[in-house]
């Protein structure tokens, strides 16, 4: 089955410092991967995507995201957190047939001042 | 600001009940797609419309319908309401059909059902 998997319910980081919010994932094919990111009371906002080429992909706000094909991972990393990045981070892939988004569970990110 | 207009913002209604939730999709996009939000089962795919035409199918239970009108506005359509049915409903609009593009969201309609 496709399905998308991020095994962490909360991530705690202080301002300043870095921040990884881990997406594993599995699909038959190519996968279309992608990260986005729900402040409250706020619909999803897109971050990245990785189609496909350099593994490594940055997108808005200073994030950017690590495709690893061996390990069916897209970890979410910003080098240095700020409090305003703290929000509930989606991982998502794109699969043909009936499931057309696979979205995983969400990730809070809480960053202290 | 996505583009992606949803109304109402809240939506309070009794079980039992029928209410239509409408979304206006960025301009220029002709790709709906309509996704549930609750605690429990996070962040679920009930449809997809493209230009008009239904493309794809998720968790969508029967009592619930969509439509997508030609000017590319959509409605969802949810009947006999249960309590369970209380949610954040998304629509979010992307200019094509394909897998490799991103899609814009909506802030969602809040729907409680008392």
């Known amino acids: 089955a496709q399905s998308v998997a991020q095994p962490e319910d909360q991530v705690n980081v202080a301002e300043g410092n870095p921040l990884t919010v881990k997406c594993t994932y599995s699909v038959s094919g190519n996968p279309y991967l992608f990260w986005y990111v729900q402040y409250p009371n706020r619909g999803l906002q897109f971050l990245l995507k990785?189609?496909?080429?350099?593994?490594l992909v940055k997108g808005s706000y200073g994030f950017e995201a690590e495709f690893n094909k061996s390990q069916t991972s897209f970890h979410l990393k910003k080098p240095s957190a700020l409090v305003s990045d703290s929000a509930l981070y989606f991982c998502a892939v794109r699969v043909t047939g009936g499931f057309k988004t696979i979205f995983g569970a969400g990730t809070r990110l809480f960053v202290k001042a | 600001d996505s583009g992606v207009t949803q109304t109402p913002k809240h939506l309070i209604t009794a079980t039992g009940q029928r209410v239509t939730l409408r979304c206006s999709p960025r301009?220029?996009?002709?790709?709906v797609y309509w996704y549930q939000q609750s605690l429990d089962q996070g962040l679920q795919f009930l449809i997809q419309y493209y230009n008009g035409e239904e493309r794809a199918k998720g968790n969508i239970l029967e009592r619930f319908s969509a439509q997508q009108f030609p000017d590319l506005h959509s409605e969802l359509n949810l009947s006999s309401l249960e309590l369970g049915d209380s949610a954040l409903y998304f629509c979010a609009s992307s200019v094509a059909d394909s897998l490799r593009i991103e899609a814009f969201f909506g802030q969602g309609t809040r729907l409680t059902v008392v």
């Open positions: 990785y189609i496909t080429g350099d593994n």
């Open positions: 301009s220029g996009d002709l790709s």
